[in-house]
C-alpha cells in the first residue's frame, strides 16, 4: 500500500527507530490480508479456531490473568494543567509522561512486528468522521481493530495529505502491571498504551480515541462523544424514531440496542445502529443528530443468551473473535448464562484449565468478550452508514441501582435531564478492575471516559442544550429495582420496549405521566402494564418516590459536586435545589 502523507510517514519512521521492531507491516483492510492476519496468530498462538460447524470463521484468544478489563488506576489524561484533565482524571504532566512512556517503549517491539493500523471512525466521507492510525505490536490488537473500525486504505484516502489524525500507539510490552500505562494527550490527540493486551486498554480506537480524545475535541469543537448506544424503534405504521442512550458498562447498553420486542408488541421493530459509543452534532434544523463511529461490537459475553438477546447471539454466530470465555472439547465456546450441556467433561475455563460446575471457579472471565462485526447483525440499520447520522428523539440515562430510583423519569427540561445525568450513580461492574456492587458516581456513564475536566463537561452539555431549537426529551431509566427477597422486579429484556415505546409516545405530547419531585413517572396504564404479571406492591417499588430517600441522596451529591469547586456549573447547584425544595414542599437557602 502506497503511503504518501509525509506526517504519517515521519511518525511511523520515529516510532519504528524507538520501539525497533524485526518489520514493520502497513496494513490495507483487505479481506484476504484478515485471513493471513488469522492465520498468523493461529501459528504464533494469539488464536485458537473453534469448531468450524459450530462457529464459522470464529477464534479464542486467552489473555494474560492480570489482564483481564480496564485499569483505571493505570489510565492518565496527561494535559498541560491539572486542572484541565480535572478530579476525574488521573493526571500526569505530559513532559514527564513522554519520559516515562519513552523509556518503556524504547526496544519494546525488538523482535516483534509493528503493524501499521490506518482506521476511520464514521462513515466515509462524513463530516462526523475522524482518522486514526494505530501501531502495535499485537497481531490480536490489529485482528480486533479490523473488526472495530473501518481500516485500511479507507482510512488513509479520507486523511488524504492532513496531518490531522489521532496517533495511537501500543506495545504489549512485559504485560508487567506495575509499569502498565494508558495516557492520552488531548493536545496533541495522541494515545500512548503499554505492557496490556486488553481490549479497552489497547484497542486505542475504542474508549482512548472514540471517548477521551474524542470527547476533548467536541468540547473544543462543539460537539459531544458519548458513552451510548444509538437504536431506532419503528411503529406499525412505519415511522422510525431515534434514542441514544448511556449505561455503565454490563449493564444491559448492548440488550437494548438489539432489542426483539415480545409478539404483543407487533409492528414494532428495533433498529440498531450502535451499542456503545455516539458521536453527537446538531443539525441545521436545530435537532441533535447522532452516528456510531465504530463498525463492530466488544461486547460481554457472561450473560448473553437467546433468552437475553437473541439478536446478538445470531450475530457471534460466525466470524467472531471470543476473549477470555470456556471451551469445551469439541472447540465450541460457553460462558455463564448459556444453557450447560449434558456432560462439561473436558470443560476447559478462560484460563485453559480443566472445569467442571461446582468447582468454586466461573469457566468464563466476568468480563470475557466477544468482537463481531455490526453487519451481522440482524437488526443492524443501514443507517449506520449515514453520513449525516440520525436525528435523536430521546437521551436516557441509565443505571443499575438496587433502591431509590425509579424504573423512568422523564427530567422536566434539557437543564434537569442534565442533572439526572451529572448525578448518576451505579452499582460498579466487572467491567472495571475492583470491587463490584459498589455505588459509585457515573455521571451520564462517563466518569471513566471523559477526557477533561468533568465540570467543564458539564458545563459544554448545558451548552449545548441552549444552541438546540428542537432538543431531544431527557430520560433516566433503571432496570435493576429488587424486591425484599433480592430478586429483580422488572422482568426486562424485551419488555423495555414497553419503557421505550413511552419514551416516544412523551416526545410526541402523548403518553401519560404523573409529576413528581423527581420528574414525570409513567401510569401503569401507559406502559400497558396491566398485562404484566406484578403486583400492586412490585408496581410501587418500580414507579414511586421515597422522599426522605431522595433528600438524602441530593445531600450526598454534595460531596460529589464540591470536587470540581468553582468550575461546577451554577445551574446544577440551582437543580439541586429545585429538587430540595419539592421533597421538602418549602424553599431551600441558596448556598454561599
Known sequence: ????????????????????????????????????????????????????????????????????????QCTYVCTSGKEEAGPNNNWIAPDEAYSTLNKLFDGAMR?????????????KG??????????????????????????????????????DFVKCLHSLGTLDPQHRYICHFPQDQTVYSVNSGYGGNALLSKKCFALRIASWLGNREGWLAEHMFILGIEDPKGKVSYVAG????????????????????????????????????????????AINPEAGFFGVAPGTSMKTNPNMMRTIAKNTLFTNVAMAPDKTVWWEGLDLPASTDGFVDWQGKVWQPGNG????????????????????????????????????????????????????????????????????????TGATGVIRRDPMAMLPFCGYNMADYFNHWLKMGQRLTRPPKIFRVNWFRLDEQGKFVWPGFSENIRVLKWMIDRCQNQGDAVKTPVGYLPTVDALEGKELSLSEKEWKILLSVDRPGW??????????????????????????????????????????
Open 246 to 289: 448511556a449505561l455503565p458498562s454490563a449493564c444491559g447498553k448492548t440488550n437494548l440496542a438489539m432489542l426483539q420486542p415480545p409478539a404483543k408488541y407487533k409492528g414494532y421493530r428495533v433498529w440498531c445502529i450502535g451499542d456503545d459509543i455516539a458521536w453527537l452534532r446538531i443539525g441545521a434544523d436545530g435537532r441533535l443528530y
Open 551 to 592: 433528600v438524602d441522596a441530593a445531600q450526598k451529591q454534595s460531596e460529589f459536586f464540591g470536587k470540581f469547586g468553582e468550575r461546577l456549573p451554577p445551574q446544577l447547584v440551582d437543580e439541586q435545589r429545585a429538587l430540595l425544595e419539592r421533597l421538602n414542599e418549602k424553599p431551600v437557602p441558596a448556598r454561599s
Open 361 to 432: 471457579q466461573k469457566a468464563a472471565h466476568p468480563n470475557s468478550r466477544f468482537t463481531t462485526p455490526i453487519t451481522q447483525c440482524p437488526v443492524y440499520s443501514p443507517h449506520w452508514e449515514d453520513p449525516q447520522g440520525v436525528p435523536i428523539s430521546a437521551i436516557l440515562f441509565g443505571c443499575r441501582r438496587s433502591t431509590l430510583v425509579p424504573l423512568v423519569q422523564e427530567s422536566f427540561s434539557w437543564q434537569h435531564g442534565v442533572y439526572l445525568g451529572a448525578t448518576l450513580a451505579s452499582e460498579t461492574t466487572a467491567a472495571a
Open 1 to 72: 500500500m502506497g503511503v504518501e502523507n509525509s506526517a504519517v510517514l515521519a511518525w511511523v519512521n520515529k516510532t519504528a527507530q524507538l520501539t525497533k521492531p524485526e518489520r514493520v507491516v502497513w496494513l490495507n483492510g483487505s479481506e484476504e490480508e484478515y485471513r493471513q492476519l488469522l492465520a498468523e496468530a493461529v501459528k504464533g498462538g494469539q488464536l485458537i479456531p473453534l469448531n468450524s460447524e459450530r462457529h464459522p470463521g470464529c477464534y479464542l484468544h486467552r489473555s494474560h490473568p492480570n489482564d483481564v478489563a480496564r485499569t483505571e
Open 126 to 163: 462524513s463530516a462526523f468522521s475522524r482518522v486514526g492510525i494505530q501501531l502495535t505490536d499485537s497481531v490480536y490488537v490489529a485482528i480486533n481493530i479490523k473488526i472495530m473500525t473501518r481500516m485500511g486504505a479507507v482510512a488513509l484516502e479520507q486523511l488524504g495529505n492532513s496531518a
Open 111 to 123: 523482535g516483534r512486528a509493528m503493524y501499521v493500523v490506518p482506521f476511520l471512525m464514521g462513515p
